[in-house]
């Protein structure tokens, strides 16, 4: 099985480039945020509680992201790898989907992490915020979302970095472009 974490500020690229990994590799897309906007969308009780937390630029809490991601990943199980976009986002996290893989003698195989810079970032969410009319994507939430970025999620890449499966890529350019790097880095690992 082939397990890539893709990984990176919000409005980076992750979503884009996940949908190119599961059209060429046959990888079973996995993304927190679209779960937790549809559970918000059909006002479960864990959507409410979800959106209490997004509304507010913050992260959902772990154990609540981590129970509905292994219900998830279970029923896929005969899938040939899993593309974790969004997740994990602080290290408990990361060590929680290695626990949560390991449960089926799996593991994460790489760590895409694409790279763009704040201003760059912000214009990205701001026009995506005008066309989907996503609340979320405004110039307030948008900037409290980056900052918990950076104390809560940057930890993570040197917890990844650590374990030799970072991979990271320079998220500028056009989208063919940043998908020929990171296709370069999984070819390697598929070798």
């Known amino acids: 099985m082939l397990n890539i974490v893709i990984f990176g500020a919000p409005g980076s690229g992750k979503g884009t480039q996940s949908e190119k990994l599961v059209a060429k590799y046959g990888l079973q897309h996995v993304s927190t945020g679209e779960i937790l906007r549809d ?42 790898g899993f593309i974790f976009d969004g997740f994990p986002r602080t290290v408990p996290q990361g060590e929680a989907l290695s626990k949560m893989l390991s449960k089926h003698e799996e593991d994460v195989n790489a760590v895409i992490s694409l790279e763009v810079a704040d201003e760059e970032l912000i214009d990205r969410l701001l026009k995506r915020g005008q066309i989907s009319g996503r609340s979320d994507d405004n110039r307030e939430t948008i900037e409290a979302r980056l900052k918990v970025y950076y104390r809560q999620t940057s930890p ?26 990171i296709e370069n880095e999984i070819d390697q690992l598929i070798k």
């Open 156 to 181: 993570l890449k040197e917890f990844y970095k650590e374990r030799g499966i970072l991979k990271e890529i320079d998220g500028i350019g056009t989208v063919d472009e940043i998908f020929r790097t």
């Open 39 to 80: 559970e918000i969308e059909a006002n479960t009780e864990l959507g409410k509680l979800a959106d209490s937390y997004m509304s507010k630029g913050e992260l959902v809490p772990d154990c609540i992201v981590i129970d509905m991601l292994d219900c998830r990943t279970e029923k896929k199980r005969h899938v040939k």
